[in-house]
């Protein structure tokens, strides 16, 4: 069957979906205590199916939240829908960053915020092991047959849980074509022909395959820290690991820069060096019992995907290394790792969506291999990563499909791409790939840059460009051959000699806290690597 507004793309799962009517959403106040509460933003829920291939059966509940515009008629341009990346990220608070558009802008749409089924306070909501990332883990590097049959094992642990989980019926359908669904049954509950949307990092892929199967129904996108749709999803996460290794490197040279406030070595090399030592320290003697190599390697983890934070970091490392107070760190790993009931969620929904968009190695020799391979020239990241994406699909119970052949051949509205040209999350290539696919999209690059998912956060040159998108539907004219069509300073790296952030403008200060909330959002969403 060929889907109804995507003139050349057969789906059967888009064809059922079509079919399918949802009711409307009953808007109401959103919970004290919240964001969402303090501005203004409106909650809601929608039911959908959980299979769309049975659209009158067993249905499922996703969380929405909205701010409306508050323009005139006349300039009213729409809904907004923003995905802050993941897979598994909730995204409520989304429907909150309108009000960081540039020349109010954002005045003049509706905001749509949601949590992805499966995720958050939508039901249900998949939960496995709230203890999987319990400190003190084993070494994640499998320097010994017996670490490496104790990580497989505790992976095959973790997809049994997950398949034992209350809320197992979601395993086969949280592909990111059941997510594009959704987006689908949001579209049509709010009774809007077409949807403007904002993807960070995951949901660029969820834009891409979105526009892919509802051409016709894009108005405005943008995409920020595009994935590579060739690599869906093993080859995507082999290629963050020397892309990882990079950007640490560069933040060692950072560190090496201000050694006269962190006092951790007067080179990137030495600090480095440094780092290493304190790895295979922490092997042996875990801080205080519980904080090991695993977890310095996660908590500086960040520090390679943007530059917010930096500062925070570097304080606590330095705490580490010349104070031997282990704490700063362990503090930051607990809070982006939670031991809850519950705090798996994300993670949980991570792989229930990347285990089964697209097949992984059966064979779990390939994977030591080119896992090996890569680490020999790329140490940071490549086990870490490795045993998060491919471990946690070892003896997944989802079924696997085939992902969609993502093209934008037939959207024909103009598509606004951004990315800085050191991203390690979704490196540059996948930006350079997606605009060939998509002939109407135009790409600024922030040259230099690893800041992942960085758009509305201060750099004028960025979100100036993306507010004069999302009012007139202007974007840079394409260039000819594979590369950017506009070029933008990165996001500055911070200055800890300075008392105030330099070539940044952040929220102004009464919006301060919001942005750092959105902002954690999608930096959580971001490690889901």
Known sequence: MVLAGAATVPTAQGAVQAGFNPGGIDWHRCPKGTFLREYGAQCGSLRVPLDYNHPHGRKITLALSRVEHTSSKKDYKGIALMNPGGPGASGLIMSLYGMFVPHHVGDQFDWIGWDPRGVGSSTPALTCDRHFFKPDRPYYVPITAHLDNVWQTRSRHYARACGNAKARRLLDHVKTTDTVADMESIRKALHRKRINYYGFSYGTYLGQV????????????????????????????????????????????????????????????????????EIRHLRRHPAGGVFGPDELADTLLPAGYYVFGWEDIAK??????????????????????????????????????????????????????DNWRIYARAPFLTWANQWFNGGGCLGWRGHAGRPVHVTGAHVRQPVLMIDETKDAATPYAGSLEVRSRFPTASLIAGVGGTTHAGSLSGDACIDNAIARYLDHGKTPDRVHGRRADAKCPPLPKPNPTQTAPSGRTLAPAPDRPLWKALRATVNQASLGR
């Not at 405005?220 to 080859?235: A, F, I, K, N």
């Not at 406030?261 to 990137?268: A, R």
């Not at 982006?336 to 190695?361: F, I, Q, R, V």
């Open 210 to 277: 979105y526009a892919t199967l509802h051409p016709h129904r894009v108005r405005r996108m943008v995409l920020d820290s595009t994935v590579d749709p060739r690599g869906v999803w093993y080859r995507d996460n082999l290629h963050q690991d020397t892309a990882f290794n990079r950007n640490i490197k560069i933040y060692f040279d950072w560190l090496a820069k201000y050694d006269s406030v962190y006092h951790l070595g007067k080179s990137g090399a030495a600090i480095e060096n440094h780092y290493y030592d």
């Open 316 to 369: 606590a490392y330095a705490a580490l290394l010349n104070k031997h107070n282990y704490k700063p760190l362990l503090r930051m790993y607990r809070q982006a790792n939670s031991t809850k009931p519950g705090g798996d969620n994300s993670y949980a929904m991570y792989l229930a969506t990347e285990c089964t968009d697209a097949h992984w190695p059966s064979n779990y020799a390939r994977m030591r291999l």
